[in-house]
């Protein structure tokens, strides 16, 4: 994936860095737009999964709205010139503070999660003489199977309001006055590879959208979430996620009417496969039947493994050494500092420079200082 003279670079920087590939971004960004205009859908781009300032203004240049989940993350959409007519709020827990800078931001929708929210925010409209258009977040009860910590759509989840709540937030609705009623949204979880997950999700929207419906509450927003996930073992050979699939069994399966538009928010699959985490090799020690190639890169700078158990493919970019067993594992002072376990590697040693790959999302954005660590910088391709 890094030709000789990236490598030759990488050894003159200090480590560990982000390294962002941005024209992997704009081919990602290239497939996505295309089989968005197919079916005239709309996107928000996921500012949690990676709020790198040139990265946002690549993928605000073509055509993205924001979809934020707290008040730092509606401004940041704003100043960073996403149309706030295209920028959604979501989250179960938005403070009165948060609530206020979206309304003066004017964004496109609040995406409430209860009715005690929906009450607030009519009440801080009411006072700022504003109404607020929001969505309801449903959670539609179905499991994404996916990691348990990212699963966000069934019944037992914080999220979303569920079905034996319609009748009383339709209620609540219909009696505030300072609130208008855009649409439904969901979100069901993120690293999504079965792709019936998307089918079973449109086809319970459908049955949701018409229980709104009957009950006089028009429908004019549908907004799917993000979700759709990346090849983690095999990014060279799968860079950018199958866009054409997902779309296809949305529009088979979800119904449309047209008066209807519908929304996406996608974080990873635009952002992962683009990102790199380099780091240098400090030390390789020897423990009871193992070697651990300790890396200057730790769980303060991705703490996907630790907290996920998630596997980034990990290369060693500086030797062709004969091959060996190693537990990766970081300088922080936890045994879940851990990248990966018996990983078989060129022979490693110290100065040697790893790449941690598929780090684009939820990494950089995710760092700690954790042990006073510094927060990794992040270099580009241009
Ligand atoms: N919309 C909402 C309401 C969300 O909560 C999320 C992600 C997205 C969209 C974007 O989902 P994506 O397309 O990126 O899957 N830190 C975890 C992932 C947390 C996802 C949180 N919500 C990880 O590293 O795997």
């Known amino acids: 994936m890094f030709g000789s003279k990236t490598v030759e670079i990488f050894k003159e920087i200090e480590t560990p860095f982000y390294y962002y590939d941005l024209a992997l971004l704009r081919q990602t960004l290239d497939k996505y737009t295309a089989e968005l ?43 960073s010139g996403f149309d706030p007519s295209m920028t959604v709020y979501a989250g179960v827990g938005k403070s009165d503070k948060e609530i206020k800078i979206a309304l003066e931001g004017n964004i496109f929708s609040f995406n409430c999660e209860s009715i005690p929210e929906i009450q607030i925010i009519d009440q801080i409209a009411g006072s700022m003489g504003k109404k607020a258009s929001i969505s309801l977040r449903i959670n539609p009860d179905i499991d994404a199977h996916t990691h348990k910590y990212i699963t966000t759509g069934r019944s037992q989840d914080k999220f979303g309001i569920s079905h034996w709540m319609f009748d009383d937030v339709i209620h609540a609705l219909n009696s505030c006055k300072n609130i208008h009623f855009a649409g439904l949204h969901f979100h069901v979880g993120s690293q999504i590879t079965d792709y019936n997950v ?145 990983l078989l590697l060129p022979e490693t040693k110290r100065g040697d420079i790893m790449a941690i790959r598929s780090a684009g999302a939820y990494g950089q954005v995710m760092a700690m200082r954790y042990n006073q660590k510094d927060i990794a910088p992040e270099y580009y391709s241009e």
Do not use: W
């Not at 197919?38 to 203004?57: D, E, G, M």
């Not at 683009?274 to 190639?293: E, H, N, P, Q």
């Not at 060996?324 to 376990?341: L, N, Q």
């Open 198 to 342: 998307f089918k079973m999700l449109a086809l319970r929207v459908n049955e949701i959208v018409a229980r709104f419906e009957e009950k006089e509450m028009r429908v004019e927003n549908i907004n799917l979430g993000g979700g759709l996930g990346v090849d983690y073992k095999n990014p060279d050979e799968n860079p950018i996620s199958d866009f054409e699939t997902y779309f296809s069994i949305i529009n088979k399966n979800l119904r449309q009417e047209p008066y209807q538009q519908v929304h996406f928010e996608p974080g990873r699959a635009i952002v992962c496969q683009c990102g790199t985490l380099i780091s240098r090799v400090l030390y390789v020690k020897v423990g009871r039947g193992k070697k651990f190639a300790i890396l200057d890169a730790g769980m303060n700078d991705l703490i996907r493994p630790a907290l996920y158990q998630a596997v980034h493919k990990i290369e060693n970019l500086t030797s062709n050494g004969r091959k060996m067993r190693y537990d990766v594992v970081g300088p922080i002072c936890e045994s879940s500092d851990r990248f990966v376990k018996n």
């Open 37 to 79: 205009k197919k079916y005239k859908y709309h996107a928000h781009y996921a500012l949690k999964a990676n709020a790198n300032s040139r990265i946002l203004s690549i993928v605000k240049s073509y055509g993205f709205g924001a979809d934020c989940v707290s008040g730092n993350e509606v401004k940041l959409a704003l100043d």
